[in-house]
């Protein structure tokens, strides 16, 4: 067995989503999810197949985004995995009702950090072992900090003033 990477760095104002889910309609339900979670989402999505044709289907409301959902599911390759790409939306928006999607059997991160997904590789295919979201701490939150946390919050509209 051995163990990879594979480094993502989104485009700007891009965020990503990458789960396990399972059977071919995912793509479709996905699809519905997501177009009836926020108005003016635009989205990519790439599934990886893991029996049958081992195809990666793909679904979207905007071309780029799924070109890119499509192409990260692709060169990840690890069976079931689900890629949606997301822009004019936050994840903290799909994630409840993504989590409610029959098929989705786990969700590995939600984020726009440069992120690196970890997986291993064996004779019958590939398997997600974890991703790194980020960056390491550089420090702990102090006073300014904690104004600046609470101002952000605000400022996108996630707290009342």
Do not use: W
Request: a negative charge; aromatic letters at 8%.
């Amino acid at each position: 067995m051995e163990v990879k990477s594979f480094k993502i760095d989104l485009p700007a104002e891009t965020q990503i989503i990458l789960a396990q889910s399972h059977f071919i309609k995912t793509v479709e339900d996905v699809h519905e999810c997501l177009v009836n979670c926020v108005p003016g989402i635009k989205f990519g999505i790439g599934f990886c197949e893991a029996s049958g044709p081992c195809l990666v289907r793909h679904s979207g409301n905007d071309a780029d985004l799924e070109l890119l959902a499509t192409k990260y599911a692709s060169e990840i390759g690890c069976g079931h995995l689900l890629v949606v790409a997301i822009n004019n939306a936050y994840p903290i928006n799909l994630l409840p009702r993504l989590k409610d999607v029959p098929e989705i059997v786990g969700i590995y991160c939600a984020t726009a950090n440069p992120l690196e997904v970890l997986y291993m590789e064996t004779e019958q295919g590939r398997g997600i072992l974890g991703v790194v979201d980020g960056f390491k701490p550089k420090g702990i939150e102090k006073e300014q900090d904690m104004k600046d946390r609470k101002y952000f919050l605000r400022r996108i509209g996630y707290k009342l003033q």
